[in-house]
């Protein structure tokens, strides 16, 4: 087994610190060495680096209310890089701009013309709201949310009937932008939202059960997103019952007024098709008629599975807040700007 070098010990323990300002917020040397374990040269050492790097600042003074010098506090430099998610509908678009400490500092909804140019339309939305918060027009990464198959390795998607729609969007709009961009399937950001800070916290299988402006599924196993080979993990939607694929039973005008026993005997058929197939042993109803149904569509879904499924699932409704779509985009785009800028 190789030990790390000075250099590979150096960014690990800077990155070691970074997190901890991430989770905590602003500390002092004491309680980093604290925290990390780290002795208080290393812990001096690397306190300079990072603000000699533009990463951490001064951020105050700790101590005021006891005898002795006050202690210094250091914070991130929460302007270092700023973020954006972008959540793309058949009607409109949807942007948040954050700050690399994951400040959400502006939100902005633009309705999509008739035939728009579409990665200039996404750009102008992405700087605007940018300049808005006051960062500047540069993004460091932008992830866009969206319909449709997004292939894992090619970054092409499929027609998502938006429009002005392209399949190249995401190398259109990274040009645009002068910025990295990722584009991701719409659920699958809300199924992130879900397991890093909604109803699936914790949990290293389960699967997000769309039912929404379209239909589809999120699934997470060992921890990970699952997208499949072409980008297509997940899409329910397509599956036939009877003469009508799942997609057209859970259209709005399908379930309008439907009582909650028969809506949950609709779902329950594409919650069985997850289980059967994955056993992730907890599914997440989203969208916007899995959160309005809340606990008990949730419940009468999972007696409807009782009969059908000899392995046990949870079934519980989505809690992330606002817009899960946006919320992943986010959080994704927070993750890749922070491995590049923090190391």
């Not at 997470?220 to 036939?240: I, Y």
């Not at 069985?272 to 309005?292: E, Y």
Request: aromatic share 2%; glycine share 14%; hydrophobic share 45%.
């Amino acid at each position: 087994m190789k030990t790390a070098d000075p250099t590979m010990a150096r960014a690990i323990n800077d990155r070691l610190a970074l997190d901890l300002l991430l989770e905590h917020g602003p500390l002092t040397a004491t309680q980093l060495r604290t925290l990390t374990g780290l002795s208080r040269p290393t812990v001096a050492d690397l306190i300079e680096r990072l603000r000699a790097g533009g990463l951490i600042e001064r951020a105050g003074e700790t101590g005021a209310d006891r005898r002795g010098p006050n202690a210094r506090l250091y914070g991130l430099v929460a302007g270092r890089a700023h973020v954006a998610g972008v959540d793309l509908r058949r009607d409109a678009v949807h942007v948040v701009a954050a700050d690399i400490a994951g400040t959400e500092t502006a939100t902005l909804t633009r309705p999509l013309p008739p035939d728009p140019d579409l990665p200039a339309f996404i750009a102008a939305a992405v700087a605007d709201s940018l300049a808005a918060a006051g960062s500047g027009p540069d993004a460091h990464t932008v992830v866009l949310g969206t319909p449709g198959l997004i292939h894992p390795r090619t970054g092409l998607a499929t027609e998502a009937g938006v429009p002005g729609w392209r399949p190249d969007l995401g190398p259109a709009l990274a040009g645009r932008l002068g910025a990295r961009v990722i584009v991701e399937n719409e659920v699958n950001l809300a199924t992130i939202a879900e397991h890093r800070a909604g109803a699936a916290t914790g949990r290293d299988d389960f699967a997000l059960l769309w039912l929404d402006d379209g239909i589809g599924a999120g699934v997470v196993l060992d921890g990970r997103l699952r997208r499949g080979a072409s980008g297509g993990a997940g899409e329910v939607g397509l599956l036939k019952f009877g003469d009508a694929d799942f997609c057209a039973l859970m259209e709005p005008p399908a379930v309008r007024g439907l009582a909650p026993d028969a809506l949950a005997g609709r779902i329950v058929r594409g919650v069985f098709a997850l289980v059967a197939v994955l056993d992730p042993g907890l599914v997440v109803l989203g969208g916007t008629l899995g959160r309005a149904g809340g606990d008990e569509l949730a419940a009468l879904v999972s007696a409807r599975l009782d009969e059908l499924s000899p392995a046990t699932t949870e079934v519980r409704p989505a809690v992330v807040e606002g817009d899960p779509i946006l919320r992943g985009a986010v959080l994704t785009a927070l993750d890749a700007a922070r491995d590049a800028v923090f190391g």
